[in-house]
């Protein structure tokens, strides 16, 4: 099993790493032919309107959609879960999200670069909370709850779904590559193998 990491922009070292340390095989994506060469992904944070450019420019965007509505597995992390919303508010006009998880998210919904903070956040499925950390976080204001497009909510904060599950989709506001706490790379990687 390989998995791969969306590596257009942002942090995706990161979450390399945190793959690798679990003994994961993983892969760089930038290219259609390495995406063909995995069998799961994450799509890591960042800027997402930039990485929405990237998509375009680098040929991902409909070998990704298709992937994924197939049934890739995909753990989605702050931009990364902007990227795959049915709809994006405060975004920029050209941004055209994948639509494949049934949120809208408003992008900086918590506000300002200074305004990034770290909760513990209560996980579904994990004992001990989570250290959730926020930076420039996209805020879910909607959750699809129609059968077929169903998102699961795994946990909230303050009230707010902040981590969400969608099919084999795992969408996060928060970036748990950076909180030093492998759990949710874990379970990703639960799902593939
Ligand atoms: N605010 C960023 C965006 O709109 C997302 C921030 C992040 O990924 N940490 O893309």
Redesign the pocket.
Known sequence: MKVGVLALQ??FREHAEALDALGADVALVRVPEQLAGVDAIVL????????DKLLDTSELRAPLTDALSGGMPCLA????L?LLATEVLD?RADQRPLGLVDVSVR??GYGRQVMSFEAPLTVAGLDAPFPGVF????RIERVGTERGGAVTVLAEHEGVAVLVQSGAITGACF?PELAGDLRLHERFLSQVR
């Open positions: 942002g942090a890591p944070g960042g800027e997402s309107t930039t990485q992390t702050c931009a990364g902007i975004g992008r900086n930076i420039r976080a996209p970036h």
